[in-house]
C-alpha cells in the first residue's frame, strides 16, 4: 500500500494491454520501499510525483507506445501490477523523493524484472522538471534496463567511448535517439541496435533482448495481411472510413484492399499514435504503397521529413491495395521504426460532367448554339432548354449526346439557353452555364474553368456579375464581384468534398457544382 494513498489523489487507471501477463507498472502515487537492495539505508518513503493527471496520461501514453511491439501491459492500477507473475513485473516509481540517492533522472538494477523480490526502478520527476516528455524517456529507458538492457553508446573509429549515452542526431518531428541512449530532447525515440556500454565490439540488439528467453515476453501477433492476397478489406462509412493496424515485428507489412465503383477523389492518411501536433511522442515512421490490380505499385508515399504519409490522388474505377509498413529516416535505420497507426481515408465521387461550356450566336434570328464537356460517363440524353426570363426552362430540343452544336430559328427578342445532360450510369443530371441573346449580341455570362479545385477557382465571366462559394452545407466561403475576363477566387479555406459555386446578375442567378481535392 502507498504510504501517502490518504493524502493524495489516485492516479487515473490506464492499461497498454490488460490481457498481457507481464506488466510495467508506473506508480506515480508515493510508495514505502524496505527490504530491497535499494535500501542500504534502510526504508525509503517515496513522496508522489508531483504530476496532475493530464501529465500522468501524457507519460502513460508515450511508455505504453514505447513497449506497443511486445507482449506486456503498462499500466497505473496497482492491483494489475499484484495479479502479474512476481518474475514477469516491475514497480517503476515516479517520485520528488530524490535525496537518499543523489542526482539522476533514474535508476535501475539491470535484469530486476525477473527477480520476483519486488525491486522496482526509480524516476525523480522533480530532477526531470516534472516535464513529462523526460519523465515518459525516463520511465522507458529504467525499464529497459530491468528486463536487461545496458546504454546505447557511441565510440570513436579507434574503439574509445565518446558518449556513454548515444544521443541520436536530427531535429523536429523526425529528429531521433534510442530509448537507451539519451531521449529528452528527441521527438522519435526508439530500440536500437549498436555498441553498448560494455564494449565498442558489444552489439546490443534491444528487441532480441527485451524477447529472449530470460524475460519469457514475445513480440505481437501480426493483425493484418502481409499482403494483397490476404489483404484485410476497407470497409466505407459513408464516404469516409478508418482501420487501426500497428507495425509490430521487423518487414511487417499491413495490406488493405479498396474497391472503387467509379471514379473517385482519394485522400488517405496514415498517422501514428502520438500525444500531440507533429506527431509528438510517436514511435513510428510510415510509408505507404499504393498497387492495382495487377499487385502493380502504382504510387509511394514517404514525406521525408514527416512521421505520418499523406495520399491525395484521383483513382479510376477498380480494385486497389494499400501497403502500410515502417521506414526510416535521414537519422535512424528502419530497426526501431514499431507501433500503432491509424489509417483514415474518404471518397468522394468526381462530377462525371465537367468542363460544360454552352456558347450562342444570333444572326437575324438564327441562332447557334455550340457546347463542349469533358464527361468521365456515358451521356445518356442531352436536352437544349429555353427560358424568357432566365428562371423557368422548357425543352426546345433533344440531341444525341456526340453532338456539338444545334441551329435554332427564333423570332424571341430576349432568350436564355441552357443544356441539361443526364449520365448513363448514375443517372445524374448537369447543366451547363446559361447563355443571353438579346436579339443583337451573344453574351456568355460567367463560367467555371475547372469543376476539380485545388487551391483556386478559376472563373471566365462576360461582366460583372456578384458571385457566392458555399460549402456542401450552404455556408459561406468567400463573396465578391467577377469582372469581364478570367477571375481567380481563392478556395484554400474551404474543406475537400462538395462547392457550390452560385452566380447571379440581378435577373437570374444559377449554381455550379464543384469538387474540392
Avoid at 519486488?118 to 516534472?130: D, G, K, M, V, Y
Avoid at 478489406?233 to 509490430?248: A, C, L, R, T
Avoid at 481567380?488 to 446578375?505: E, N, Y
Wanted: net charge negative.
Amino acid at each position: 500500500m502507498s504510504a501517502y494513498s490518504n493524502g493524495y489523489a489516485q492516479s487515473p487507471l490506464f492499461n497498454s494491454d490488460s490481457s498481457a501477463a507481464a506488466t510495467i507498472f508506473l506508480d506515480f502515487d508515493g510508495h514505502y520501499v524496505a527490504g530491497t537492495s535499494w535500501n542500504w539505508n534502510g526504508p525509503i518513503s517515496a513522496a508522489p510525483a508531483g504530476l496532475d493527471a493530464a501529465g500522468i496520461k501524457e507519460v502513460f501514453n508515450r511508455v505504453a507506445e514505447d513497449y506497443r511491439p511486445f507482449l506486456i501491459n503498462v499500466t497505473t492500477d496497482s492491483t494489475r501490477y499484484l495479479k502479474a507473475p512476481l518474475n514477469q513485473r516491475v514497480r517503476v516509481i515516479v517520485t520528488s523523493s530524490s535525496e537518499w540517492y543523489g542526482r539522476a533522472g533514474g535508476v535501475a538494477f539491470i535484469g530486476s524484472f525477473t527477480w520476483g523480490d519486488e525491486t522496482p526502478c526509480w524516476i525523480f520527476s522533480t530532477l526531470l522538471q516534472n516535464k513529462p516528455k523526460y519523465v515518459a524517456e525516463a520511465c522507458s529507458h529504467e525499464a529497459g534496463h530491468t528486463l536487461g538492457l545496458q546504454h546505447q553508446s557511441v565510440y570513436d573509429q579507434n574503439g574509445i567511448k565518446t558518449a556513454e549515452y548515444n544521443a541520436g542526431g536530427g531535429e523536429g518531428e523526425i529528429g531521433w535517439a534510442p530509448i537507451m541512449g539519451v531521449g529528452y530532447y528527441q521527438n522519435l525515440t526508439t530500440w536500437h541496435v549498436g555498441p553498448s556500454s560494455a564494449g565498442c565490439g558489444v552489439i546490443q540488439n534491444d528487441l532480441n533482448v527485451i524477447t529472449s528467453q530470460s524475460n519469457g515476453i514475445q513480440l505481437r501477433d501480426d493483425d493484418h495481411g502481409n499482403s494483397p492476397l490476404v489483404a484485410t478489406p476497407i470497409k466505407m462509412q459513408g464516404v469516409s472510413f478508418q482501420v487501426n493496424g500497428q507495425i509490430s515485428k521487423a518487414l511487417d507489412v499491413d495490406a488493405f484492399k479498396l474497391v472503387l465503383d467509379r471514379p473517385n477523389a482519394v485522400r488517405l492518411s496514415a498517422v501514428p499514435n502520438n500525444v500531440g501536433i507533429g506527431n509528438l511522442g510517436a514511435d513510428i515512421d510510415l510509408k505507404i504503397f499504393i498497387l492495382n490490380n495487377r499487385f502493380d505499385t502504382i504510387g509511394t508515399y514517404n514525406p521525408s521529413n514527416l512521421l505520418d504519409a499523406v495520399i491525395d490522388t484521383t483513382l479510376k474505377q477498380g480494385t486497389y491495395y494499400l501497403a502500410i509498413t515502417a521506414t526510416g529516416n535521414a537519422y535512424h535505420s528502419d530497426y526501431g521504426s514499431l507501433g500503432d497507426y491509424a489509417l483514415t481515408g474518404s471518397v468522394q465521387s468526381l462530377l462525371p460532367i465537367h468542363e460544360f461550356v454552352l456558347k450562342a450566336a444570333d444572326d437575324k434570328g438564327v441562332r447557334t448554339l455550340t457546347w463542349n464537356y469533358t464527361s468521365d460517363e456515358k451521356v445518356r440524353s442531352l436536352n437544349i432548354e429555353n427560358s424568357t426570363d432566365g428562371k423557368s426552362f422548357q425543352s426546345v430540343s433533344l440531341v444525341a449526346s456526340d453532338m456539338k452544336n444545334l441551329t435554332l430559328r427564333s423570332t424571341d427578342s430576349r432568350a436564355y439557353y441552357r443544356i441539361k445532360a443526364v449520365t448513363s450510369l448514375t443517372d445524374q443530371t448537369y447543366y451547363s452555364n446559361i447563355v443571353h441573346i438579346d436579339g443583337k449580341s451573344t453574351s456568355l455570362k460567367a463560367k467555371a474553368l475547372n469543376t476539380l479545385v485545388k487551391g483556386s477557382l478559376r472563373v471566365t465571366s462576360s461582366g460583372s456579375y456578384a458571385y457566392q462559394l458555399l460549402d456542401a452545407k450552404g455556408a459561406s466561403i468567400s463573396a465578391g464581384t467577377l469582372t469581364a475576363g478570367i477571375n481567380t477566387i481563392d478556395a484554400s479555406r474551404s474543406s475537400r468534398g462538395l462547392l457550390l459555386l452560385r452566380i447571379t446578375d440581378g435577373a437570374e442567378s444559377w449554381t455550379e457544382k464543384l469538387i474540392k481535392e
